[in-house]
Each structure stands twice: as structure tokens, then as C-alpha cells.
């Protein structure tokens, strides 16, 4: 009954604010890990500077803290020459009662271009690319359980790195997949790029049946999840899970769950082993694995700053 | 004042009267409806020609935000709200600023309200003190002072043990207690469980929060007697749990709001607040069985569930949002929408918001349950004008009620309701009207 | 009327190498660089038939272009790869047609990203005038005009032939 444009396209269905993968064409998501490329090559120059941004002011909102993701984002408008502003809301105007969208005008009248939202709630970079000035373009770093776009998309650029085609490929997202943004984000695009098997693997309790909706392999057994996978994405345990409620406690949970040498060797022999991080060693890994040489995640971290400009300046070239 | 409605399309869905005539008013009273004798000498004269001359609407849960937010002329403009509406009667819920718990706030609630004279107005009292769900309220004295009903309206009672001794004590004096079937422990999602919340990354609310306490109620009731009014029902297999309730013979009812009715959890779309509320929209199935369920009587009543909620805590990240929507407005054009999607009759359509209820109130309302949500000569002067064809867009700026906010804007939804209220009249006297 | 018939690719390159081997000649240790995409095609056939040791480098205006706030980033753009020094070397810059100048100036920026050259030269297939910055080729293998609603590009066959098109702007 109620219908609605997607937000992240203009009319002529060029992205004008990134908030999420789902609903974004697939030329559009290749399109931005084909920039990436490039501007990989400049972060390996001496001159790390172009100047696409260079006039533009960019603010990190972060409604939630992550000093590394802000970082990221950080480093990515500077080497696209932007000016970048940090605000650690938690501790300003909102706390003093200010709401979001005042927020969102006080900062709108400092001529920002760009806003890099970091929430704990979803949908709320969809509030502000909807009631923030035409022109400014909003990133979503990340809200509540929604989506953590650029994460997938980072995701995806490693993936195409070391494993080229996406249509040949078994890919195991592993852990608390029903809280988890990033796991959101990746199944869409995976499914999207036209991997053919995504399985979800963890408990019940993290990994619900009716996520098979989302297009996946729901498992409940690491060892049939990680089967002749090519690609493990093993994400986070957060503390909060184990508080007893919901999970019994680690230990138990790395024992079942958890990324070790000898559920590795399930895998493919060359299966690449990624995390969006950070890591909680002994708890959805082993030390061993993280370390070891299937492991691509350091690597994924300069993907990330490489894809962030990608995104930030393909957006900022496209007008609402 | 002697009022001639005249030439329109009566509908009395309790008696079958469907049929072209005029209405004559005196005072507070309807004195002839269908033929009108000529010795009728009316001061003024309206004229209904292809218009629906039905009773009042009747609408079971309304909030009007006062007692707590006087201060901004709630009260005047949500009654006025209800008379453009076409309602004439409707019932508040206690969760008010402070709580309806004391007679003296319902009192005061009653004589406002009186004295604007746009629509009568029922308060339910609160079951427990400041609806906190511990100690019991003076249920007596609150139903002098004119509560037609005890409520927790959205909070549950935790306990057990407690809502079997207010449902014990209502029972003793025969007092109906209205309950929200939701388990207070499984009912705290902002969205209905499945693919749309997970894809949303939304908490869900699974239906075994609805199911788990309509089992509870039940086994209350059976226990303890009591009769009970469940409050917007939202799922297919809550509608079946009442259904079955019915035929074992508990004295039990229900109703459905008009959020529930029309909308499913894809409506949520990119995240619209106007899509928070509470219960909230399930999915196509649970759409479905509500429909057929109003239908053929196993949910009783079509209620308008109009929540005013002010812009800052509407325009909030979905879960932050308060629920709710405005809907006195709404309420006949999505009943008619209905109406027609089902293939029902238009009185069978309009019993669910002007016999039906009263029926669910019955003699709560005292005298007035022998003619309310009625045309009948004798009975009281509350009426609903409404031209069944004029098509509208819901404009939030256009309505009357300060709650602005509401799924069906037309702005969002694109959707265009058939059914246009020309005139309301309560207690003979002319609450709202408009000029075609 | 210009039409592709009129400017025959194949033919211009031969010129164009004639005049390359004569700059490269006047510059110790020059270095063939293309510009993405028609000059990148020019500078490798170029590196082969001047018989020059190791790769033509690759270079893109992308990332320097001034018209970044109207048109975004190209789809296409390309990615720039040198695979030498730039610090005080010779510097032949290849491209297919030379109109406004723009597309050089962010070239010669993208260039200093790597490293001070010792000179930079230009060589083109076609210069076809309209000038919008103070630069200029110093070789050019013909020299055309054409009505600013045309747009002329090289293209290049399954075979690796040469050829011109001449397509009125959108």
C-alpha cells in the first residue's frame, strides 16, 4: 500500500548517499569496487593526496563509539583533501537534550557536505539523509543491527582480490549473525554479486531459522558450516551475549563455534579467513588462525580505507 | 432545536433500515425517521440528497491526552477531531498524565468534555494504581464517577496472581476489564517478528507474545468469571484462540485497530515512523484473518487507536519513536475501504463502529445503550452524515486532531479514502459540519 | 565537414611516430607515457615499434579533473600505472586528441604526484585547437577543426587497427 523511492538514488539512479546494500544495483556495487582499485594504487604512492574532496567538509557523527571505524573514515576523506570533523555526540548537545534533527540543522548551517553517521539504532542515517539540505550526502558507518555498508562492501573487494569470481564460491558468515550489521550488509552482497552459497552458521540462539529468508544456508553445526567453504567470515562475539541469557559463556561458545587450525582444515585448502574486527582471541578465533596464512584481515583493514574513498567520492560526484 | 434532515440514505445496521427517507430532530431526540409527518415543522432543514444518514460513530479506544497536556488545548481540538470525524461517543484509555485512577481526574475529564459538547466521552479507569499493576483500584467509585470500563491500556500486568484478583473483584460487581493481550516479556520488539524485521535489523515481536497472554486471559476468565474486552487484536492465531474462546461460550470481545486492519510490516518501508505502533503491523496472513474475523463477528468492533503523538518524538530512529498514529478522521473512510474489500453490505460495514460497539459497552453506558450506535425514533439525536462517494487525501495539515502523523498520508502512502463526513450531530445539536 | 573517412588513424601514426622517435631522440632516457584510454593504446603500440626497453606507463586524469562537481567520477576512468621513476626523467606524453588543454593539466598534476620530472612533452595524433589553458603539443600529427558540438575519439579494432570517430555531443 505505501511506496516510497529508495533514498540512496537520485533520478537518475546514481547514489547519492550510501546507507545500505540492499536495493542497490549490482552495477553500482561493482561500479564502486572497481574505484577502489584506484584509489589502492594512490594509497601506495608517496603522494597519498587527491584532490576530489578538497574544499568539501566532511562530519564523522558518531552516535556510538569506534575510534577505528571513525579513524578509517577519517583517513579516507583526508587523502581525498577534505576537511574532516569529529563529533563525539554522546558527550555534546544531544546528551544536553538537543534532538537528532537539531542536531542535523546546527551542523547543515556549518556548511557540511558529508555526514558519516555511526547510530545504535536502526534506520537513523535514513532520518537524516531525509531531513538534512539537498546536497549533503550522508555515509552509513554503521546503525543498530540495520547495515554497515561499506564493511560489505570492503568485505567484497577482499573477496574479489583473492578469489576473483564471485559465481564459483561457498562463503561461511559464522556467529552472532542476528545482531550483527555486518553480517546483514554481507549477505546482501554476496547475494547480490551472485555467490550461490552463503551459509549462516551458529546457534539457534544467534542464528534463527527465519534468516534463511535473507537468502542463506541457516547451519547449526560448525563443522558442516565451514565444509569446503572458500570464504569464512567469522564476526564478533559481543560481550553482552555472554552475560549468561543468552550464551552459557565463552568458553563453551569457542569450543563449538569458535575458528580453529583443525575446523580451518574443513575448508578449502586455500579458503581465505576474514574479520571485520576487532578480535576476541579465544573466543570466535584461535590466535593461531588470526595470525596465521589464510588469514586476510590486516589486509582487509587497507581495503577499507581504499573503499571508504571510493565510496566518499562517489557519492560527493553525484548531485540529488 | 427542531432539525429536518432530509432525503437521505438511512442506515440503521442494528434494525436492517436501509432506505431512502428523512430524519426529524427535536431537542436530543430523533422523533421520526423514514416518513416524516408534515405537522413537523423544522427550525432548520438539511438537506442529505445522496448522502448516508447513519448513527454516530462509536469508536473503543480514542486518546485524547488530558488529563496531562491541557495546556495545549488537546482536549478541544482531539474532540474536535472525533466530530469530523462522524464519531459521537467514544472511549479514552486511563493512561493519561496522571493515570485515570482517582475519581476526581475522571470527573473532571467527564464535565471538559461535556462542555464542549462535540462527543461523548467514556473513560476506562485504571485497573491497578498508576497502572502499575500492583494494588487494585477503588473500581466502584471510579464507575460512579463515569467509567464504563477497567483498563491497563498498553502496560501489562506482570503478575499472575494480581490480575486474577482484579479480574476477581471486577467480576463482583460485574465490571468489564479491557485488556491488551500482550506478554510482557516477549511484547517488547518495535516491529512483528519476520523477514522485514530481520532484514531491518529491528527487534521483533513474536505473535506468541499475543498468544501467551490470550491463553492466560482465558484461563483468568474461567477461573474467576470475569468479562473481558480484548484490545486490538494482531495476529491470525490470536484471531483463532478468540474464536475458539467464543464458541466454548466465555464472555469475552474483541476489537481491531484500523492500523492492523489495512497495513502489513512491508509498510514499514525505509524505516517510517509513522509505521511504530503498538501492537505492531504484522504480516499479509494476520491482514487477511483480521478482515475475515470483523466480518463474521469474531472481532466485534473497528476502533480508530488515535495516539496523537507530537513531531519530536515521531521524527526519531524507528525504535526511539513513540507508537502510534492519529486516526479519528480516518476512521470511517477505512471502514468503508474495508467494507468494500470484504463485499460487505454498507450497514453490515458501518455495525462495526456504531451498533456493535455499544453492544461491547452495554449497560456501562447506562441509558444510552438502549438507542447509542442507533436510528431509532425516541432514541438519541447522534448522527453521521457522510457522503459515501466524495474521494479525500489524508494532508496532515488539513486534519483537526493535532496528532499529525499517520501511515495513511497521502503524502507517503498515496492512498485516497472514499467517504467524506458532511455533519455530526450529538445530542441533536450540530458538532461539526462541512460544506461540500 | 570532417568525417572519419577524412582523418585516417592509421595513417597519422605513422607520422606520429616519426615525431616521437624525434623528441625521444632530443631527450636522453625518455619514457612513453599514455594517457587512459586512446593515448594509453597509442604509447604501447609506440614503445613496440620504436623498439624502447620495458612498458610505457599509463596514466589517468581522473583523480585531478576539474569538472569533478558536475560529472562525477568517469565510470571508466581507468588507473594509472608507471613503471620507472619520475624524478628527473624525460616525460613524453601520448594522447589521441588535444581540444581544451584540461585533460593534460590534470595529467601533468597526477604526474607530480609521483615525482619532479626532468622535462614533459607532448605528442598527439590530432590537435584539434579550441584551447581553454596555456598548453600546447609538440608534435602533432594533424591539425584539424571541428564545430565544439562534435566530439571526436579513437578507436581501436579486435586487430589492434586504428581508426576515428567523429560523433555529434549528446
Same mark, same amino acid.
Given at each position: ?320 | ?224 468469571? =470475569? ?97 502510534? =498514529? ?82 495513511? =498520508?497521502? =503524502? ?25 | ?170
Amino acid at each position: 500500500m505505501l511506496s516510497q523511492r529508495n533514498p540512496q538514488l537520485n533520478k537518475n539512479g546514481e547514489l547519492i548517499h550510501l546507507l545500505s546494500i540492499e536495493g542497490l544495483p549490482r552495477a553500482v556495487i561493482t561500479q564502486i569496487l572497481d574505484t577502489a582499485g584506484t584509489f589502492l594504487s594512490v594509497n601506495e604512492r608517496d603522494v597519498k593526496k587527491v584532490p576530489l574532496l578538497r574544499g568539501k567538509s566532511v562530519f564523522n557523527l558518531f552516535f556510538e563509539n569506534s575510534t577505528r571505524t571513525r579513524t578509517t573514515f577519517e583517513i579516507a576523506a583526508k587523502r581525498l583533501s577534505a576537511d574532516v570533523i569529529n563529533l563525539d555526540i554522546a558527550r555534546s548537545s544531544t546528551a544536553k537534550g538537543e534532538s537528532l534533527l537539531d542536531t542535523i540543522a546546527n551542523l547543515s548551517a556549518m556548511h557540511a557536505d558529508m555526514f558519516v553517521v555511526r547510530h545504535s539504532e536502526s534506520g537513523a542515517p535514513y532520518l537524516i539523509a531525509e531531513h538534512c539540505a539537498p546536497h549533503v550526502h550522508v555515509v552509513n558507518a554503521g546503525d543498530g543491527r540495520h547495515a554497515h555498508p561499506t564493511q560489505g562492501l570492503l568485505d567484497m573487494y577482499t573477496i574479489r582480490h583473492y578469489k576473483g569470481d564471485f559465481t564459483q564460491l561457498t562463503v561461511a558468515i559464522v556467529g552472532d549473525i542476528v545482531n550483527s550489521r555486518v553480517a546483514r550488509s554481507d549477505i546482501h552482497a554476496l547475494t547480490t554479486l551472485g555467490v550461490p552459497e552463503v551459509r549462516a552458521v551458529g546457534p539457534k540462539t544467534l542464528v534463527p531459522g527465519d534468516l534463511a529468508g535473507m537468502g542463506v544456508r541457516v547451519c547449526h553445526d560448525m563443522a558442516e558450516g565451514v565444509r569446503d567453504a572458500d570464504v569464512i567470515i567469522m564476526l564478533r562475539l559481543q560481550n553482552e551475549r555472554m552475560s549468561g541469557a543468552v550464551l552459557p559463556s565463552a568458553g563453551e561458545y569457542f569450543k563449538r563455534f569458535g575458528l580453529t587450525a583443525d575446523k580451518l582444515a574443513l575448508a578449502k585448502p586455500d579458503a581465505i579467513v576474514m574479520h571485520p574486527g576487532p578480535i576476541n582471541r579465544g573466543v570466535e578465533i584461535d590466535s593461531a588462525v588470526a595470525d596465521g596464512h589464510s588469514s586476510v584481515i590486516l589486509p582487509q583493514v587497507t581495503f577499507g580505507i581504499a573503499v571508504r574513498m571510493a565510496v566518499m567520492s562517489t557519492i560527493a560526484g553525484n548531485v540529488a | 432545536m427542531k432539525l429536518l434532515i432530509r432525503n437521505g440514505h438511512l442506515v440503521d445496521p442494528a434494525s436492517g433500515l436501509d432506505t431512502v427517507g428523512d430524519l426529524a430532530i427535536a431537542g436530543d431526540r430523533i422523533v421520526a425517521l423514514g416518513p416524516v409527518s408534515r405537522d413537523f415543522e423544522p427550525e432548520r432543514t438539511f438537506d442529505a440528497t445522496g448522502l448516508v444518514v447513519a448513527p454516530g460513530l462509536v469508536d473503543l479506544n480514542a486518546r485524547l491526552r488530558e488529563p496531562g497536556y491541557e495546556h495545549e488545548g488537546m482536549l478541544e481540538s482531539e474532540l474536535a477531531a472525533a466530530a469530523a470525524g462522524g464519531v459521537t461517543s467514544l472511549v479514552c484509555p486511563p493512561d493519561t498524565d496522571p493515570p485515570l485512577d482517582e475519581p476526581g481526574l475522571v470527573e473532571m475529564l467527564k464535565f471538559r468534555a461535556r462542555k464542549l459538547s462535540r462527543c461523548r466521552v467514556f473513560p476506562l479507569g485504571a485497573l491497578t494504581r498508576g497502572l502499575a499493576g500492583e494494588a487494585l483500584t477503588e473500581m466502584a467509585e471510579l464507575t460512579e464517577s463515569g467509567c464504563v470500563a477497567f483498563s491497563q491500556a498498553d502496560s501489562s500486568v506482570v503478575n499472575t496472581l494480581t490480575l486474577q484478583r482484579a479480574l476477581q473483584y471486577a467480576a463482583t460487581f460485574g465490571f468489564a476489564v479491557w485488556l491488551r493481550p500482550q506478554d510482557p516479556w516477549l511484547g517488547h520488539g518495535v516491529a512483528a517478528n519476520g523477514a522485514v524485521a530481520t532484514r531491518l535489523g529491528l527487534s521483533g515481536v513474536p505473535v506468541a507474545a499475543e498468544t501467551i497472554a490470550l491463553f492466560t486471559i482465558f484461563e483468568l476468565m474461567r477461573v474467576t468469571g =470475569a468479562r473481558v474486552h480484548l484490545q486490538r487484536l494482531s495476529s491470525a492465531a490470536g484471531v483463532e484462540l478468540v474464536r475458539r474462546a467464543k464458541a466454548e461460550g466465555l464472555p469475552v470481545t474483541a476489537d481491531v485497530s484500523i492500523n492492523s486492519l489495512h497495513l502489513t510490516d512491508v509498510d514499514i518501508g525505509y524505516f517510517n515512523p509513522a509505521l511504530r505502533l503498538s501492537p505492531p503491523v504484522r504480516q499479509q496472513r494476520d491482514r487477511e484473518a483480521l478482515q475475515a474475523a470483523l466480518a463474521d463477528g469474531t472481532i466485534d468492533a473497528l476502533v480508530s487507536d488515535h495516539t496523537p503523538v507530537g513531531a519530536d518524538e515521531k521524527t526519531l530512529p524507528f525504535a526511539e519513536a513513540t507508537p502510534g =498514529a492519529t486516526g479519528l478522521e480516518l476512521l470511517l473512510g477505512l471502514a468503508l475501504r474495508w467494507g468494500e474489500q470484504c463485499g460487505l453490505s454498507l450497514p453490515d460495514t458501518l455495525a462495526r463502529i456504531t451498533c456493535e460497539p455499544v453492544r461491547v459497552l452495554g449497560s456501562a453506558i447506562g441509558t444510552l445503550a438502549a438507542s447509542g450506535g442507533r436510528l431509532v425514533q425516541g432514541g438519541v439525536a447522534d448522527v453521521c452524515v457522510f457522503d459515501p462517494h466524495e474521494r479525500w487525501r489524508v494532508d496532515a495539515g488539513a486534519l483537526a486532531s493535532q496528532g499529525k502523523h499517520t501511515p495513511f =498520508a497521502f =503524502a507517503t502512502s498515496g492512498v485516497e479514502l472514499a467517504g467524506r463526513v458532511r455533519a455530526t450531530l450529538v445530542a441533536g445539536g450540530m458538532a461539526y459540519e462541512h460544506l461540500g | 565537414m570532417i568525417t572519419s573517412l577524412t582523418l585516417d588513424a592509421e595513417a597519422l601514426f605513422v607520422a606520429l611516430r616519426d615525431g616521437v622517435r624525434r623528441l625521444c631522440a632530443d631527450r636522453p632516457g625518455a619514457s612513453l607515457v599514455g594517457i587512459w584510454s586512446g593515448g594509453a593504446w597509442l604509447a604501447a603500440r609506440l614503445q613496440t615499434d620504436l623498439g624502447l626497453p620495458g612498458e610505457a606507463g599509463v596514466i589517468t586524469s581522473m583523480l585531478h579533473r576539474d569538472d569533478f562537481a558536475e560529472r562525477g567520477l568517469a565510470a571508466d576512468g581507468g588507473t594509472t600505472r608507471l613503471p620507472f621513476e619520475i624524478a628527473g626523467r624525460h616525460i613524453v606524453l601520448i594522447d589521441d586528441v588535444l581540444y581544451t588543454g584540461r585533460t593534460i593539466r590534470a595529467v601533468v598534476n597526477e604526474l607530480y604526484d609521483f615525482g619532479r620530472p626532468a622535462s614533459v612533452a607532448l605528442a598527439v595524433l590530432v590537435d584539434r585547437g579550441g584551447r581553454e589553458l596555456p598548453i600546447e603539443a609538440a608534435f602533432a600529427a594533424a591539425r584539424v577543426t571541428l564545430a565544439p558540438d562534435q566530439r571526436l575519439s579513437l578507436a581501436k579494432d579486435a586487430n589492434g587497427r586504428f581508426s576515428f570517430a567523429v560523433q555529434e555531443a549528446a
